[in-house]
């Protein structure tokens, strides 16, 4: 799966969090000064080629929404980040990741719950 630019993130941030929506709703979500809404739609048209966007025809409106699911994009995007930048092992980035956040003890111990649960699962299956 391919990196979306900066601008395409952006769109789809807001088609996620939109789940469906015309023109007028995404261009809304933008901040201050807003893009043209010819810029968005072009953008959009490519990503409508690109299939990360649908859309459904409503007379001449278009209703969009996203084809590309949020948790496949950011999962892909981590797996490449973990192959690139951590020869392949998710053990190193999670040191890495600990080590160089400045966690607080809180976030630390809720990590470590998430991972007993995730063990618990793995050990029942």
């Given amino acids: 799966m391919k990196q979306l630019n900066s601008s395409e993130l952006e769109i789809m941030e807001y088609l996620w969090k939109l789940k469906k929506g015309f023109m007028k709703d995404i ?47 950011f999962s892909s995007q981590i797996k490449k980040m973990i192959t690139h930048f951590f020869d392949d092992s998710a053990t190193q980035f999670a040191s890495f990741f600990t080590s160089n956040s400045n966690l607080s003890v809180d976030e630390l111990n809720e990590l470590k719950g998430l991972l007993d649960s995730q063990i618990d699962l793995k050990n029942k299956k």
Avoid: C, H, N
């Fill in 27 to 73: 261009v809304e979500l933008f901040p201050e000064p807003r893009p043209a809404y010819t810029t968005i739609s072009t953008l959009l048209s490519r990503m409508v080629a690109k299939k990360y966007v649908g859309f459904i025809k409503m007379g001449r409106d278009k209703q969009y929404f996203p084809v590309l699911k949020k948790d496949d994009y």
